[in-house]
């Protein structure tokens, strides 16, 4: 789980509550992932309020700048992208050793691919010096979370099948344009360039107007396997945020 959850945990009480005179109590999953659940709906706000001109209505600004894209991969390029990344971890760990830093954390393969198309839609929008600090905050926001089939039904952690993810992204006011032609070029590009089976894309809405998703509920839909994983850790990498990501 990526380090940044830490202060969600504390923030939200997601620690075990240990008391002398009660015993042990440990938040269920639903509880969890409601957690995630309010904190991704908090940041979209939060987002929205920073980009946002003051006579933009929070509905129309929805409909116009986000978007829900979900990732399914195929197996067999997931497998050799893993061998090939296994093999890097251990040359970074092993530089790193001779040179006595750090180990660097290294995504998943299926994160690495949604990294990628973070990166390349980010350089679309605001050129090649997008990662420069003065343009991060022109960069979309990205919740990217992880899934897999049947957690609707899950009790616990059961086998993995299908792992997927979903992902919510909002844009400033004149990306909209860019995103979607660089998102159609992935698409058309997909089979050379990256480890996907297929990329969805919806449009969100905050009020569900003309069957659109609203944001709520993709928040709690995008949220669920996170309170399951948490308990029972099946998946190491489930959660990542952008722009806060920076390498």
Not at 103 to 115: I, M, P
Not at 226 to 233: A, E, H, K, P, S
Request: charged fraction near 25%.
């Amino acid at each position: 789980m990526p380090s940044f959850t830490l202060p969600l945990m504390l923030s939200v009480g997601l620690y075990i509550i240990m008391s002398k005179n009660r015993p042990i109590h440990s938040p269920s999953s639903k509880a969890i992932a409601r957690s995630y659940s309010d904190w991704f709906e908090t940041t979209i706000e939060s987002f929205l309020d920073r980009n946002r001109l003051p006579f933009q209505p929070y509905d129309a600004y929805v409909e116009a700048n986000a978007f829900f894209v979900t990732f399914t991969f195929d197996k067999r390029k997931l497998a050799r992208r893993k061998s090939r990344l296994s093999v890097s971890e251990a040359t970074i760990v092993t530089v790193q050793r001779e040179l006595g830093g750090s180990k660097r954390r290294q995504l998943s393969a299926e994160f690495d691919n949604v990294d990628r198309v973070y990166k390349e839609v980010c350089q679309a929008l605001l050129g090649s010096n997008f990662h420069r600090p003065s343009r991060r905050k022109f960069q979309p926001l990205m919740i990217a979370a992880a899934d897999v089939n049947g957690t609707r039904y899950w009790k616990s952690c059961g086998p993995i099948e299908n792992f997927h993810i979903h992902s919510i992204w909002v844009f400033g006011n004149g990306q909209r344009g860019a995103f979607r032609q660089k998102i159609d070029e992935i698409c058309n590009d997909v089979d050379d360039r990256y480890d996907f089976d297929e990329i969805n894309v919806c449009g969100v809405s905050k009020t569900d107007r003309n069957r659109k998703i609203d944001v709520g509920k993709l928040s709690s839909y995008s949220s669920k396997f996170l309170g399951f994983n948490t308990i029972d850790l099946s998946v190491p990498d489930d959660l990542e945020i952008y722009p806060q990501r920076q390498s």
